[in-house]
């Protein structure tokens, strides 16, 4: 079959690869029609370059039909229309039980100390063949299959496999308290469908990005917007914004790879802790996180305020300014979205209406074979590339 893999640093192809067999009596194979790109393989495509093999076939955002299944599957048949989450999970362990499916405790990445396995994501998470692909193996196949009616179309549903679940799970762990002011920090896909989310919960938004049809994208859904390079000072931005206090809430969309914050004021509040003299060299050596997006959360949550963050981040040595975020009381939280766990509260939106808009959310739909391209295009935001989603079979 024909696949995304990733071959170095800023460098993937379309290969041949073998297709994917069942090794399990619960696993299924689907025929891929639709998988997503997402932030997350940006890490990969360039910072994560060190967990990756060349060849290892990228992609975790699959939706297609149930083409093969084990002897011991019967939750799903060959022909099912399904949606796979991002996360292999069982379903049915004490963590699962909890709802904490990204912790699977069947799943686990125990030699390398790490959560749930994961498609398509470095060695940290299992080296698991990824989405981007034909065909897929599905483990606990029993489980991680979330089957759809036949119509409408992909878009609707695709982003139950990860964009829709992180995003409310970011909404959810933000606990904007009524009439409160949610900021959310990246208007990338996640940002976005995260402000949506809060929008059609009546929250009023304060989005965050320097890419200027991201901005307007949001403002579009009734969000008021800060160009992250027009305003010099953002959290005097935020707090005009909040009676003087800050936000109730901010959502972290960025992670790992923030663009260095323009905004000389922040540096100044926050950075004044953890001085660049020691923060740079340090986070160089270590390859730690880039920072921005964080610091900017802790500066402009108001105290008492909430902090969740969805961006992903890496380092295990990140320099946090603790006494900042102990006086201020801050809380927060964090972590890989626990897609099962929302699943019963999504379906809703997105089976009998389009409440969210999905339809119309994606920038593009490409055939596989353009992802060397499109990998480029998304990471430099390049063409108005906003979401990609990969269609296996249109032929390039
Ligand atoms: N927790 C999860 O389960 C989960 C799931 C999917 C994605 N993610 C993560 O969510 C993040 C966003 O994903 P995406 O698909 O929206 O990616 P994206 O790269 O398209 O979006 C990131 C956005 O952040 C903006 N940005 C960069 N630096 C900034 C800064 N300093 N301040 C404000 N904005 C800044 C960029 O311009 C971009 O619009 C990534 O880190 C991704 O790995 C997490
Ligand atoms: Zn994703
Ligand atoms: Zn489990």
């Not at 949001?218 to 390079?229: F, P």
């Amino acid at each position: 079959m024909r696949a995304v893999t990733w071959q170095g640093p800023r460098s993937v192809s379309v290969e041949d690869v073998p297709d994917p067999t069942i090794e399990q009596p619960e696993d299924a194979i689907i025929r891929v029609t639709s998988s997503g790109l997402c932030g997350s393989d940006l890490h990969l495509y360039e910072v994560l370059g060190p967990f990756l093999d060349e060849g290892d076939v990228l992609g975790h955002e699959p939706l297609g039909i149930v083409e093969e299944v084990g002897d011991g599957v019967t939750a799903v048949a060959p022909g099912d229309r399904v949606v796979i989450p991002f996360q292999i999970c069982c379903g049915a362990c004490w963590m699962c039980d909890q709802g904490l499916h990204t912790q699977c405790e069947r799943t686990q990445v125990r030699d390398q100390n790490m959560g749930a396995a994961l498609f398509g994501y470095t060695k940290l998470y299992g080296q698991v063949p990824g989405a981007q692909a034909e065909y897929l193996r599905v483990p606990h196949a029993n489980f991680m299959p979330t089957r759809l009616p036949p119509e409408p179309p992909d878009e609707r549903f695709v982003y139950l496999s990860d964009v829709l679940p992180t995003a409310w799970q970011a909404y959810r762990y933000a606990d904007v308290p009524p009439g409160g002011t949610l900021v959310v920090i990246g208007l990338g896909p996640i940002g976005e469908m995260a402000t949506r989310i809060a929008r059609y919960h009546g929250t009023e938004v304060v989005g965050i990005d320097q890419v200027a049809e991201r901005n307007e994208r949001v403002r579009g859904l009734g969000a008021t917007t800060i160009d992250l390079e027009a305003v010099e000072d953002v959290t005097e931005a935020v707090r005009s914004l909040t009676n003087g206090r800050g936000a109730d809430a901010v959502i972290d969309a960025v992670g790992m790879e923030a663009d260095p914050s323009p905004a000389g004021k922040l540096a100044q509040r926050v950075g004044a802790l953890l001085p660049d003299a020691i923060a740079a060299p340090f986070m160089e050596r270590a390859g730690v996180d880039r920072l921005a997006a964080l610091y900017l959360a802790i500066d402009v949550v108001r105290r008492g305020g909430t902090i969740s963050l969805s961006g992903v981040y890496g380092g295990m040595a990140d320099p946090l300014p603790m006494l900042t975020l102990f006086d201020k009381q801050v809380q927060m939280r964090m972590g890989q979205a626990n897609v099962k766990r929302w699943m019963d509260e999504l379906l809703p939106l997105v089976v009998d209406e389009d409440a969210l808009g999905l339809e119309s959310f994606h920038s593009h739909r490409l055939p596989l074979e353009s992802a060397p391209d499109a990998y480029e295009m998304f990471q430099r935001k390049d063409d108005g590339a906003f979401k990609v989603l990969f269609d296996p079979g249109q032929r390039g």
